[in-house]
């Protein structure tokens, strides 16, 4: 018998929901009415904060109180709750987080990137439409794509990790937003394939291989555990040594595949005119 999915609701959002939807309908106003009285937000947003899906922003918050007249005791009791389901909101999921402290210690990485680029690698543009295209709102995705943008820094300083990526073809060709994102994504990709602690190598061919359909990256150092992150076919983080070993050997003979780094940079450049010609029609 399968698991049931976990709960993603942290308990802090779910109360402050449970009290926000009892302040509203005290006030007698549908979700329809409130939504109405809080500027840039529509039902969707304030059923998922009653439901403690989300979070609302401050501004948000602060017009749902206002439109349900709320007193001075609502607002000393729902600040409190609002502070805390605040500092318990994160944009990283629950299997990635082990992952992405091991990934901030590690000295050598290895991304494999058959779908998409790599979240290390990516601007915000290009994250913020992934997010937006699996159906996150606004603020979600905009939430996620700023998470992104801040692993960047291991790139950098004295004791930046050393990064090995292997990237498919295709993923060169597959828009996400708009061309002037693809070219903005993949400038940036064949700025940083040229920094000394990162190797790019494309793959080319459709053919299938064993590992083409699953993403994944590995992190190491010298005074860590090995760790694994999988995406796609199951997501979850893994240290155990038969599972690591595995992925890196799977690495290997995926790179085996891979054209030189001085032809996969010709490669992205070839795919970069292809997108600043759409930008143009």
């Known amino acids: 018998m399968a698991k049931p999915a976990p709960d993603p609701r942290k308990p802090s959002a779910v109360r402050l929901g449970n009290h926000l939807r009892r302040l509203r309908t005290d006030a007698g106003l549908s979700q329809p009415a409130l939504a109405g009285e809080i500027s840039g937000?529509?039902?969707d947003m304030v059923s998922k904060v009653e439901n403690g899906y989300r979070v609302p922003k401050k501004t948000m918050y602060d017009q749902w109180l206002e439109a349900c007249r709320a007193t001075g005791t609502d607002h000393q009791y729902l600040d409190d709750l609002y502070a805390q389901a605040t500092e318990d909101k994160n944009p990283v999921p629950e299997?990635?987080?082990?992952?992405l402290s091991r990934e901030k210690e590690a000295e050598y990485l290895l991304l494999w990137c058959p779908a998409v680029i790599s979240g290390l690698l990516q601007v915000y543009e290009y994250a913020h439409a992934m997010f937006m295209s699996i159906g996150l709102d606004e603020d979600e995705a905009a939430e996620k794509a700023t998470a992104r943008i801040d692993r960047r820094a291991i790139l950098d300083g004295p004791d930046a990790a050393h990064v090995t990526v292997l990237l498919q073809q295709s993923v060169l060709h597959c828009q996400l937003g708009t061309p002037e994102t693809m070219v903005k994504q993949l400038t940036d990709l064949l700025e940083t394939s040229k920094r000394r602690n990162v190797i790019l190598q494309i793959v080319r061919g459709e053919n299938y291989f064993f590992g083409k359909e699953f993403q994944f990256e590995v992190a190491s150092g010298d005074e860590m555990p090995h760790t694994l992150v999988t995406y796609a076919v199951e997501d979850q983080t893994l240290d155990d040594k038969a599972s690591v070993r595995k992925a890196i050997a799977l690495f290997r003979e995926?790179?085996?595949?891979?054209?030189?780094?001085?032809?996969?940079?010709?490669?992205?450049?070839?795919a970069i005119d292809k997108w600043k010609s759409l930008q143009q029609q």
Do not use: D
């Open 254 to 270: 995926i790179q085996g595949r891979a054209l030189t780094a001085e032809e996969s940079r010709a490669l992205i450049a070839e």
């Open 41 to 43: 937000y529509g039902v």
């Open 95 to 99: 299997f990635f987080a082990l992952y």
